[in-house]
Nanobody
Framework: QVQLAESGGGLVQAGGSLTLSCAAS????????LDWYHQAPGKQREWVAT???????LYSDSAEGRFTIFRDDAKNTVYLQMNNLKPEDTGVYYC?????WGQGTQVTVSS
């Protein structure tokens, strides 16, 4: 069973930046892809970004141009760098690898 542990969330003002981390218990270089999801208060979980096995990033429309997903295979960790944060980015961010999910990390963006 794969374990994923997110960290890096917190409180930030609008326009600020945060970098989230997701540490995996297995070698991430061998997985098909790693994803970040966002769940805003009272809303469904939504896909934010994916980094493929080949290292190609994919982004939702809301993340494109503001967020960057990247990984460090030596640390078995995937990151989500978030810039120009908006109040609507508030919520819990989850890391996913296949059927496995982390516990999430809270991001709060104040206006």
């Amino acid at each position: 069973q794969v374990q994923l542990a997110e960290s890096g969330g917190g409180l930030v003002q609008a326009g600020g930046s945060l970098t989230l981390s997701c540490a995996a218990s297995e070698r991430i270089s061998s997985v098909n892809g790693l994803d970040w999801y966002h769940q805003a208060p009272g809303k469904q979980r939504e896909w934010v970004a994916t980094i493929t096995r080949g290292g190609n990033p994919l982004y939702s429309d809301s993340a494109e141009g503001r967020f960057t997903i990247f990984r460090d295979d030596a640390k078995n960790t995937v990151y989500l760098q978030m810039n120009n944060l908006k109040p609507e980015d508030t919520g819990v961010y989850y890391c996913r690898e296949g059927e496995y999910w982390g516990q999430g990390t809270q991001v709060t963006v104040s206006s």
